[in-house]
Structures are given as C-alpha cells and as structure tokens.
C-alpha cells in the first residue's frame, strides 16, 4: 500500500474519485435493503447516494481540466490508513442501527481525507474545490443526524449509547475531541474499535 504522502495530486483526486464512488454505491445499497421495511430511513439514504454522486462528477471535470481523460485505479484498500469497513450492505436484512453509525463513520472518514488532501495541495483550484467538499460533508453530517431525529419511525430510536456516540461525532465536527488515526475522531467504543490502528502517513 502507498502512503498518503507518496501520493500526487494527481492521485489524490483520482483516489477522491474512487472514494466518491463507493460511498454512492453504498448508500444506494443502504437505501434498497431498507426500503421495504424503513421507507422514511430509505429517502434519506437516497439522498445521500445523490450528494455523494454530485461530488464525483465535480471532482471528475477537475481532472478532467487539471491531467486529462484517464484516471488511474486507486482505491482507499491501495492507501494506508482507511477503515476496513464491513460488507454490511450485503446483508439482510440490515440492521437499521448498524447501518446508521456506519453512515456515520463513512461521512467522518471522508471529511478527514478531504481536510488532509486539501492541505497539502500546491493547487488553488483543487484547494477550493476539496475546502467546498469539505463543508459540505460537514454539513452531511450534521444532516444526517437530524434526519435521523425527523424521519426514523418513532418505534426506531436509537439506543442510549448509540446516541452518545453520535453526539460524541457532532462534537468531533466542531473540533472539540481528541483524535485517533489519520482522519481522527474519537467516537465510542463500537467506532474506536475500528480506527485504533489507523495511521495517515
């Protein structure tokens, strides 16, 4: 695996790209094992894959402008210090609380990379555009959780530590935790478990 600082810039949208992609994938998948039993939890999900597909095309046409039409294969599993992240996608039926503080997890990791990337870019454009996508999965995030105040049916609501994970996340967004690996947050036993080993080199 390559260490982030190997990598160009280049390599950085094309990796933006790939991580883009995933994540509408997987929230596509979210969205269809939820819809028959959690429809209001499904839209949401469904909007997300829409953002996420709006922020690969925006990355693509600056690659577009910045290297040309090919983009190279490079994946978060080709990087050090990204989570494993489990094939809950594949499984059903989902578990409504998995599936959400996965969600989670996915928009706190994205918003790390996109924070690391954009700091060490020496391009004024690509800058920009990595800050504007950074804003807007901060917002994501914060969106996400009151969509899952306002639209998961009443009979779903998460568990006390659930919620305090949750919160602990919010907090993460404003800056006010410690961090752990590379993307650093520091959100619960559940998600700690997973990012205990993380580092971004």
Not at 123 to 150: G, M, Y
Request: net charge neutral.
């Amino acid at each position: 695996m390559k260490k982030f600082h190997e990598l160009s810039e280049r390599e950085v949208l094309a990796l933006a790209i790939a991580l883009e992609e995933e994540d509408e994938r997987v929230y596509a998948d979210f969205a269809e094992g939820l819809r028959q039993d959690y429809p209001a939890s499904a839209a949401m999900f469904e909007g997300m894959r829409e953002e996420e597909s709006g922020h690969r095309r925006r990355l693509i046409e600056m690659y577009r402008q910045k290297f040309g039409e090919h983009i190279p294969l490079i994946r978060r599993q080709d990087v050090r210090g990204f989570v494993e992240r489990p094939a809950l996608w594949l499984i059903r039926p989902l578990r409504i609380e998995a599936v959400r503080k996965e969600a989670s997890t996915m928009e706190v990791e994205t918003r790390r990379f996109y924070e690391k990337a954009a700091a060490r870019t020496q391009d004024a454009s690509i800058r920009q555009l990595l800050d504007d996508l950074i804003n807007e999965e901060r917002e994501h995030e914060e969106r996400a959780l009151e969509l899952d105040k306002e639209k998961l049916p009443a009979n779903v609501r998460p568990m006390k530590s659930e919620r305090s994970a949750g919160c602990r996340i919010a907090d993460c967004a404003a800056g006010a935790c410690r961090t752990d690996g590379w993307f650093g947050f520091h959100a619960g036993a559940g998600l700690r478990g997973r990012v205990r080993n993380t580092q971004f080199q």
